[in-house]
C-alpha cells in the first residue's frame, strides 16, 4: 500500500468515526440546500479548476448544487477575507493556495487571522516550481548559474515574476538568499509577460509553476536548470533537484487546499474531507488534475495545517531578511 493511499484511507476514516460518535440530527441531514466554494484568483487558474471540477462532482454525488463564487483582488485577499467571514455552517468552503501564506509575510496587517480564522479540510495536491533561465544564460546547470551570476556586476542579471509577494517572487529570493546573489526583481502583472520575456531573453531567469513553462522548455526556448521541489518531474526526469544540484536549502511548491471559517463542526469538515478524499482517489478526477499540473495529496486536515504553519514562518523569515515590502 502506498503512502499517498494511506493518506487517502486515512481521510476516508475519519467521517466514520464522527458518524460513530454519534451526530446531532442537523449533521446528518447534511448538505440539505446549496454549497458554496470561494476561489480567490480569476476564472480558469487551476485553483478555480479543481474548484469546479470537485464542485461538480460533489453536487452529482450529494445532489444539491455546488457554486463557485471567484472573488479576485488584492492578490487573493479579497477571497480569503470572505471564505474567514462566512457562515462557518459547512456550507461555505475557501478554495486556498499558496498566497494564503504568502500574503502575511508581506501583509502583517490582513483583516484576517490565517490561522485562528480558518479550520483545514484538505491538502488537494501541489504543483511543481522550477528554476528556469534564458537561452542566453550560457549556464546548463543550477551551480553553473550560480558561479555565472556570481561571476557578474551585482544587479546586471535580472529576473522576472508575476508580481511582487508571489510565490515565484519569494522563491527566488529565498534561493538568492541561500546562494549569496544579487539579481535584479522585474514584477509583471501576471505570468504571461514575465514567461514571455524570459523566452525572448529581455530577463535572464525566473521562477516558475512546471505546467505553465514546459511547452516552452520542450520546444527549446527556455531551459530549466532545477526543480525546486524534493523530487524529480515525470515530465522533464534529467533536470535534478535543487538539492541535487548542490542548493539543499531551497524547497518551494505551489500548493492547493480547501479551508472552512474556523466553527465550523468538526463533524462537517469530516463529511467534506472524507468527500474529497474519496474523490481524488477516482482514476478519472486524478488524470484530470494530472493534466492541470497538480500531484493529488488528500489526507487528513492536519496535514493542510502542517503545510500552513511551516510557511507562514518560512516566507516572514524571508521577507524580513530580503527587507521585501508589498506594493
Known amino acids: 500500500m502506498t503512502m499517498k493511499t494511506m493518506k487517502i ?10 458518524l460513530a460518535l454519534g451526530q446531532p440530527a442537523w449533521a446528518q441531514d447534511y448538505p440539505s440546500r446549496q454549497i458554496q466554494f470561494i476561489v480567490p484568483s480569476t476564472p480558469g487558474t487551476t485553483g478555480d479548476q479543481l474548484a469546479r471540477l470537485l464542485g461538480q462532482r460533489i453536487s452529482q454525488r450529494w445532489n ?13 485577499m479579497i477571497g480569503i477575507e470572505a471564505g474567514a467571514k462566512a457562515n462557518p455552517d459547512g456550507y461555505t468552503f475557501l478554495f486556498s493556495a499558496t498566497a494564503f501564506s504568502t500574503l502575511p ?14 479550520a483545514s479540510v484538505i ?9 528556469a533561465v534564458s537561452n542566453g544564460v550560457p549556464a546548463r546547470t ?33 534561493f538568492k538568499q541561500q546562494t549569496g546573489l544579487f539579481l535584479t526583481h522585474i514584477p509583471y502583472t501576471g505570468t504571461a509577460g514575465a ?16 505546467q505553465t513553462i514546459l511547452p516552452l522548455a520542450q520546444s527549446g526556448k527556455v531551459r530549466v536548470l532545477a526543480v525546486m521541489g524534493p523530487d524529480r518531474v515525470s515530465q522533464l526526469p534529467q533536470v535534478p533537484t535543487l538539492a541535487q544540484a ?14 472552512a471559517p474556523a466553527g465550523t463542526p468538526a463533524a462537517l469538515i469530516a463529511r467534506m474531507n472524507a468527500e474529497i478524499n474519496a474523490l481524488l482517489a477516482l482514476p478519472d478526477i486524478k488524470e484530470a488534475i494530472a493534466k492541470m499540473g497538480v500531484e493529488p495529496a488528500g489526507g487528513e486536515p492536519r496535514e493542510l495545517d502542517a503545510q500552513v504553519r511551516a510557511e507562514l514562518k518560512m516566507w516572514s523569515d524571508i521577507v524580513k531578511r530580503g527587507k521585501i515590502a508589498a506594493e
Do not use: C
Open 142 to 174: 543550477a551551480r553553473e548559474f550560480i558561479d555565472y551570476a556570481h561571476k557578474r556586476p551585482p544587479g546586471s542579471l535580472n529576473y522576472g515574476s508575476p508580481g511582487v509577494g508571489s510565490v515565484h517572487h519569494l522563491s527566488m529570493e529565498m
Open 246 to 259: 548542490g542548493v539543499p536549502q531551497v524547497v518551494s511548491e505551489a500548493w492547493f487546499g480547501v479551508t
Open 9 to 18: 484511507m486515512n481521510g476516508l476514516m475519519l467521517v466514520g468515526l464522527a
Open 195 to 210: 514567461l514571455n520575456d524570459l523566452a525572448a531573453g529581455h530577463v535572464e531567469a525566473s521562477v516558475v509553476v512546471l
Open 123 to 131: 491538502l488537494l495536491g501541489k504543483s511543481p516550481l522550477v528554476l
Open 64 to 76: 444539491v448544487p455546488v457554486v463557485v463564487d471567484n472573488k479576485v483582488g488584492a492578490g487573493g
Open 105 to 118: 509575510a508581506l501583509r502583517p496587517q490582513l483583516p484576517y487571522d490565517p490561522v485562528k480564522g480558518f
